[in-house]
């Protein structure tokens, strides 16, 4: 894969090829913008265009740098990935420090990823300070993140900030259309249930995302959660998919009941469903629900106990 086979985010890929071919580089890179929108994979393809044989702005694929990090085999390119939900450790900056002061084996460039920077704590922050104040010449560093204010405004203004935004919808469904296998069912809960993140739908387009997100409707809006609940929060991020599934059924419950046109709501294969459910609930019980449901995507992020966040949703869900 290479800049060309990426679809959307034009506009911060054409910066970056900009900045190859004019030689322009910077130490230090932050890629910001909401999540599933494909900053990891360009920047991992910008640590393949950065180090290139045969071209200057892209990735070719097939010489041996670009294969080597394709397989994640090149000793120069480091992906420091502590997870969605860990602390990125002062051990782990310090490993970073002691390889980024060595001379690349084979690269031009050594690059450094960190994902997810947002979780350095801030015994790691300071320490990785020092580096981003002068990192050395021949090595890159970026950054990537969907939460920048949670960084340290030092560490912010010591790098160069590529926004990534979300497509507007029209440019989404053009997008994956014209790229992907797609029918148009999917699609169409795609289009509205990824708001703009082409990352997230392309990752989501193999799974049969309509039978998936009718499952999740299913367990929370049944009595019968036998056997059930252990998929939903076999890990945080599962977990975190289904709260926003469920989201969107209430939400478009919230709108049949307000009035709004049916071609707005998401899960439009189950329109007959929430007519019929929007007339058992009331606004203030949708609200609540709603509220309930950020919370709880709230408290996720902050470390909360899965199995509890999961019982006091039931309760608020089901109530009802
Ligand atoms: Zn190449």
């Not at 890990?235 to 009035?259: M, N, P, V």
Request: net charge positive.
């Amino acid at each position: 894969m290479a800049f060309k086979d990426i679809r959307g985010q034009v506009f911060p890929i054409a910066r970056l090829q900009g900045e190859l071919k004019n030689n322009h580089l910077a130490g230090a890179y932050l890629f910001s913008g909401p999540e599933g929108l494909g900053k990891k994979l360009v920047a991992f393809n910008f640590a393949k265009a950065l180090n290139c044989l045969e071209s200057k702005t892209d990735a070719c694929d097939s010489c041996i740098s670009c294969r080597k990090i394709e397989n994640k085999q090149h000793p120069d390119i480091h992906i420091l990935d502590a997870g969605r939900f860990e602390e990125i450790k002062i051990d782990d900056i310090r490993t970073l420090q002691q390889e980024i002061v060595l001379r690349p084996y084979e690269a031009r460039f050594k690059v450094f990823i960190i994902n997810d920077a947002h979780n350095l704590n801030a015994e790691s922050a300071n320490a990785f300070l020092k580096t981003l104040e002068e990192p050395p010449k021949s090595s890159v560093i970026i950054l990537v993140t969907d939460k920048p204010r949670m960084l340290f405004r030092t560490i912010i203004s010591r790098c160069q900030n590529v926004k990534f935004s979300a497509l507007g919808q029209n440019e989404f469904e053009q997008v994956l259309r014209n790229g992907y296998n797609i029918d148009e069912r999917t699609l169409r809960f795609l289009s509205f249930f990824c708001e703009g993140r082409i990352g997230s739908a392309i990752a989501w387009k193999d799974q049969d995302i309509i039978a998936q997100k009718n499952r999740v409707i299913d367990f929370f809006s049944s009595a019968n959660t036998a056997n059930a609940e252990n998929s939903f929060i076999q890990d945080r991020e599962t977990f975190r998919q289904s709260l926003s599934i469920l989201a969107g059924w209430f939400r478009d419950l919230y709108f049949l009941k307000a009035g709004i046109n049916k071609d707005r709501i998401i899960n439009i294969d189950r329109s007959d469903v929430l007519e019929k459910l929007a007339l058992r609930y009331t606004f203030n019980d949708l609200e609540s629900i709603l509220n309930g449901i950020s919370q709880s995507l709230l408290y996720l992020e902050q470390n909360a106990n899965v199995k509890l966040l999961l019982a006091n949703l039931l309760l608020s869900v089901r109530k009802n």
